[in-house]
């Protein structure tokens, strides 16, 4: 049963540039499409955007200046680069497996941005 | 614009059944949904897949109890027989090419 795994720093300076690495497990990437959703503290769930197998994109038009998604399926890895973060980027992020209904989530990462 | 709609809280007694509720936006009536469940402190867990005629594929390991059905715009889970793990928020989710768009969930209480 594929597994998701999020990585990364748990704290991120303002202006900076947030990452996340995601390590799938159970299953091969290929022929999904692949997540990252956020929930900040206390609120509902919002998608980022998502990567297939094969590398192309789609983000959320509101986030898309700022985020870039890529995919390294001879690791087993995908990854997020949020840049020039704000309080407002303070979040759990979730890595997940899904083009259309999301069917697979990684447990979560709390990233807090703050100096 | 495509936005899913959900009441902010319900509430139904141990052992009863309870039908949340998700509405998709004008002109979205069409729209398949995903159903999921984010118990407190824990990450979301996929439910259900359904469709606007009501079909529904259900994840691994989800109980019977869990069900889906839809109306037009409305999309339907319901939860019989409930426990009190039941009590926990619950998504919906659509999708159109190259967009997700997610719900602001349904908190349940179990009495």
């Known amino acids: 049963q594929v597994q998701l795994q999020e990585s990364g720093p748990g704290l991120v300076k303002p202006s900076e540039t947030l990452s996340l690495t995601c390590t799938v497990s159970?299953?091969?990437?290929?022929?999904?499409?692949w997540s990252w959703i956020r929930q900040p503290p206390g609120k509902g769930l919002e998608w980022i955007g998502y990567?297939?197998?094969?590398?192309?994109?789609n983000y959320n038009p509101s986030l898309k200046s700022r985020v870039t998604i890529s995919v390294d399926t001879s690791k087993n890895q995908f990854s997020l680069k949020l840049r020039s973060v704000t309080a407002a980027d303070t979040a759990v992020y979730y890595c997940?497996?899904?083009?259309?209904?999301?069917?697979?989530w990684g447990q979560g990462t709390l990233v807090t941005v703050s100096s | 614009q495509l936005v899913l709609t959900q009441s902010p809280s319900a509430s139904a007694s141990l052992g009863a059944s309870v039908k949340l509720t998700c509405t998709l936006s004008s002109g979205h009536s069409s729209y398949g949904i995903a159903w999921h469940q984010q118990q407190s402190k824990k990450g979301p867990r996929y439910l259900m897949k359904?469709?606007?005629?009501?079909?529904?594929i259900k994840g691994d390991g989800i109980p019977d109890r869990f069900s889906g059905s839809s109306s037009g715009a409305e999309r339907y889970l319901t939860i019989s027989s409930l426990q009190s793990e039941d009590e926990a928020d619950y998504f919906c989710q659509t999708w159109v090419t190259g967009i997700q768009v997610f719900g602001g969930g349904t908190r349940l209480t179990v009495l």
């Open positions: 997940a497996r899904g083009e259309t209904a999301t069917d697979c």
């Open positions: 159970g299953d091969s990437m290929n022929n999904y499409y």
């Open positions: 990567i297939s197998y094969s590398g192309s994109t």
């Open positions: 359904l469709s606007s005629d009501g079909r529904h």
